[in-house]
């Protein structure tokens, strides 16, 4: 299915695009919308160029049941902010007016963009009915390799390729294998503004290791784009991994909002047209490449997915969105012809790979590979109604049955389907492991997952110690480390309460919380108790974005608080890593938490965390015990606001009547190994575990 076109070296910045026809199911439906925002649709309406009659009635129509109006839907992580959104738009060179002419030209995000499931798929569909146990067993083996329904027919006459079997061996897009280590043109991330790393050294003591190839395909990497952990973690693994002697290549979507200096030195390395679900369309694939440090990062170009100036913007788009970036991974590795052992996929927007794997893709080269998904986080899970996925996957029918991507009556849910056909499933820590396996953690899922227990791991995170390193980090006042924390963290802390506006005073107890601000991080319970926690010996610095009523409350707080109360509501990393290092403790009082890396970082740069104890956050931060002095943080079970005001008390009073001891866990916190090295050891012996030779 993948029509290869001639490569080239030279670099490419404009992405050419698509495709034949215009997709014209003959009845469309918009499905079924979670609410958009009124600015999506009002810029919709404008920009929507062709004739609009269709899409308005199908819009109208709207006959799919309200779908996907789930915890999932309404959390969507927050848009990235990222430091120069606009910067790259190479979508605009290429718009055209119609979509008669040019169908795959880039739209911005709307519903009504996407070609929309097709009517008759819409009602509840028979097959579907059959009776199923809860959790059958998972279908990975058994499914019908749907070779019909998988051969995609390459466009302008070109003889139809089948899915199963891309050509790799006739074309040879790949001139030679990136140097793993050491490329001398490689760009170095330590031009980001963004305090960052620095070239990892000659590696490979370790090349007495095994060596594994992984793909790691997920939606989000630092340093080119990040909402939240997820992307610290795509950054950091990879590098650490190189130094297990694993041959590692990041496969991202090429967003529009990745910053220009990033996309100017991406190489272009080839590019096909794929199919596409239903949509009668093939849609240009293009592969640009950037190395770094040993790792091979690879952006799946296609401006109509991805100019938009947010990774996620709405699930009528994001569906679409990541159908087609898991399929077009697959795609890429195949028309790279640079087949790994483990492809490695990361939460719900990369949850069809491993079904791709063992369906469309089964015979092809890639489909030799086993498939780890790992969990992020289990609320956001890609759900939608049964028609649109399976319009926009193309996945065959088996795939949509209750131990697979069937969830509920009537839709599909991605990442259930990835922990049924994935090898291996990882979450971020080990207690998330377990929480998620019960009814309260388990965002509906609990059942899926126990099912799936044997190949459930927990494995938690770490940080990568050279983005994220007080001696050298370039956003800080004063760098220090383990051995002059105590002479020069109050430099940090005078230098923070001047650059917000805060009251400079050395005597303070300063507390940070760095967070998307949404429900899962526990902000109920703070705005609840900061007219308690203000009472004149303490500052609270907020650093976040998200759900508006948060916002507004730490706005509202920091306006009746002046000078003691700061209200930070934006994305700023070099910000985040001076709060990290200016303030004495760190609130993490999350409602559920599968890792968190904010505890983390606190406690690299000799910040003391207040967690609630879930998660990762029980396992990384060991309560302080008051009668032997151990411990690294304060820490509170329930969720409750009362137990967390408790907790910052007991932080405080140790803070104001015991300075000793506090310093004495702020160098206990730094000294605590929080890198990834042990973590990332733990993930190369599951590789090793699935690809025993
Ligand atoms: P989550 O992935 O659930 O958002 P994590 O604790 O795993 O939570 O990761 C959050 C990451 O995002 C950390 O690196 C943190 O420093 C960063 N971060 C969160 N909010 C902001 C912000 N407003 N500005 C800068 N960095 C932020
Ligand atoms: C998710 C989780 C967070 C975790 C991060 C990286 O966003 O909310 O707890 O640290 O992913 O794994």
Known sequence: MVHKKARSSKKKTTAKKVVKKAPAPARTVAPTAEPVT???????AVEQVEPAVAETAAA???????????AAAVEQPEP?????????????????????????????????????PVVEEAAPVVEEVTPVVEETAPVVEEAAPVAEE???????????????APVVEEVAPVEEEPAPVEEETAPSVEEDVSPVVEEVKPMYEMSNLPRRSIAFIGSECHPFVKTGGLGDVMYALPRQLVKLNCDVRVILP???????KFQEKMEYRGEFYMDLGNTGRNYYVGIMEYVCDGVVYDFIDNQEFFSSGNPYTNLVDDIPKYCFFSKAALAALNYLNWIPDIVHCHDWQAGLVPVYLRTLFKDSPVGHARSILTIHNLRFQGIYNIPTIRYWSGLPNEVFQMGALKDGYQDANMLKGGIAYADRVTTVSGTYAGEIQTAEYGE????????????????VNGIDYDMWNPATDPALAENYELGNVLDHKMANKLALQKELGLEQDEGKFVIGLISRLTNQKGLDLVSSIIPMVLDGNTQVVVLGTGDREYEDTFRYYESTHRGTFCACIQYDEARAHRIYAGADALLVPSRFEPCGLTQLNAMHYGTLPIVRETGGLKDTVEPYNTFTGDGNGFTFDRYDAGLLLDAINRAKTLYFTNRYHWDEVVQRDMAKDVSWENSARQYKDLYLELTQW
């Not at 009124?38 to 919709?44: L, R």
């Not at 979509?99 to 929309?116: F, M, Q, V």
């Open 38 to 44: 009124a600015e999506v649709e009002t810029t919709t």
């Open 80 to 116: 990235a902010v990222v430091e120069e959104p606009a910067a790259a738009k190479p979508a605009a060179k290429t718009r055209t007016s119609t979509r008669k002419t040019t169908s795959t030209r880039k739209k911005p995000a709307s519903a009504a963009k996407k070609p929309a």
């Open 444 to 459: 509906h899922l609990e059942g899926h997952l126990r099912y799936h227990s044997g190949k459930l791991r927990g494995i």
């Open 150 to 164: 998988a051969a995609p027919v390459v466009e302008e006459a070109a003889p139809v390729v089948e899915e199963a």
């Open 60 to 70: 109208v129509e709207q006959p799919e049941p309200a779908v996907a109006e789930t």
């Open 254 to 260: 090429r967003y529009a909002c990745i910053p220009q």
